[in-house]
T-cell receptor, first 111, second 112 residues
Framework: GENVEQHPSTLSVQEGDSAVIKCTYS??????FPWYKQELGKRPQLIID?????GEKKDQRIAVTLNKTAKHFSLHITETQPEDSAVYFC??????????FGPGTRLSVLP | DVKVTQSSRYLVKRTGEKVFLECVQD?????MFWYRQDPGLGLRLIYF???????EKGDIPEGYSVSREKKERFSLILESASTNQTSMYLC???????????FGPGTRLTVT
């Protein structure tokens, strides 16, 4: 069945550095790729998403890139801050499809 | 602003008990989902519903059932709770399948 791999599983960075999380997927029909952030004890919340008709999308310090040929997409966080510490989940979906989530990446931003 | 609520944040039940987890959304969303979240496994889909009284199995439906009698409410039922069902349960809703899902706060269920 459909599978989404996510790497790394844990990531520690110094405050101000960049963080990159990568996901790969297997379903060629997928055309929607969201990223969710889950802070400790809170619900997952969408932080950015991308559709297959674009290769990159930015929103302030976060960006997502998509390579449909290679079937991978990445989350980039620049100038990391302590409040970026959380678990990040990628997913793939598309019209009429359910999401398949990656296993998550625990990001720690060290002051 | 979309709001998804779940009936309990924490729940402790005994093995063999019947357990009901309730989820309510206030945005008239067609689609509702139940996931369980376990460390290192991400979010795994248990059941989903795309309309009132409609339900479909997800990836891990064994040991669970669901009910959707009203559009805004989606219930997850553990017919006979077992210790391997100890987990965080998250409900979500969306207007369209395959597009943004909004999550509830989660119910941490412990079965002893």
């Amino acid at each position: 069945g459909e599978n989404v791999e996510q790497h790394p599983s844990t990531l520690s960075v110094q405050e101000g550095d960049s963080a990159v999380i990568k996901c790969t997927y297997s379903d060629s029909a997928s055309n929607y790729f969201p990223w969710y952030k889950q802070e400790l004890g809170k619900r997952p919340q969408l932080i950015i998403d991308i559709r297959s008709n674009v290769g990159e999308k930015k929103d302030q310090r976060i960006a997502v890139t998509l390579n449909k040929t290679a079937k991978h997409f990445s989350l980039h966080i620049t100038e990391t801050q302590p409040e970026d510490s959380a678990v990040y989940f990628c997913a793939d979906g598309g019209e009429g499809q359910n999401f398949v989530f990656g296993p998550g990446t625990r990001l720690s931003v060290l002051p | 602003d979309v709001k998804v609520t779940q009936s309990s944040r924490y729940l402790v039940k005994r093995t063999g008990e019947k357990v009901f987890l309730e989820c309510v959304q206030d945005m008239d969303h067609e689609n509702m989902f139940w996931y369980r979240q376990d460390p290192g496994l991400g979010l795994r889909l248990i059941y989903f519903s795309y309309d009132v009284k409609m339900k479909e199995k997800g990836d891990i439906p064994e040991g669970y059932s669901v009910s959707r009698e009203k559009k805004e409410r989606f219930s997850l039922i553990l017919e006979s709770a077992s210790t391997n069902q100890t987990s965080m349960y998250l409900c979500a809703s969306s207007m369209d399948r395959g597009n943004e899902q909004y999550f509830g706060p989660g119910t941490r269920l412990t079965v002893t």
